[in-house]
């Protein structure tokens, strides 16, 4: 059986790891939300004279 250090390690690298995993899917969740602004801003602004 694992000693208690270990465990705490194992534990801890866990939530460290739905942490980076969390973090990563607000990060891309933003870059989408930015993206969609963009191309909703350029869709008001009129063509450019040819």
């Given at each position: 059986?694992?000693?208690?250090?270990?465990?705490?390690?194992?534990v801890?690298?866990?939530?460290v790891?739905?942490?980076?995993?969390?973090?990563?899917?607000?990060?891309g969740?933003?870059?989408?939300?930015?993206?969609?602004?963009?191309?909703?801003?350029?869709g008001?602004?009129?063509?450019?004279?040819?």
């Amino acid at each position: 059986m694992p000693s208690p250090a270990e465990l705490t390690l194992l534990v801890l690298l866990v939530a460290v790891g739905v942490g980076v995993w969390t973090l990563l899917d607000r990060v891309g969740a933003v870059q989408r939300e930015v993206e969609a602004i963009k191309r909703k801003l350029d869709g008001d602004q009129p063509p450019p004279p040819a």
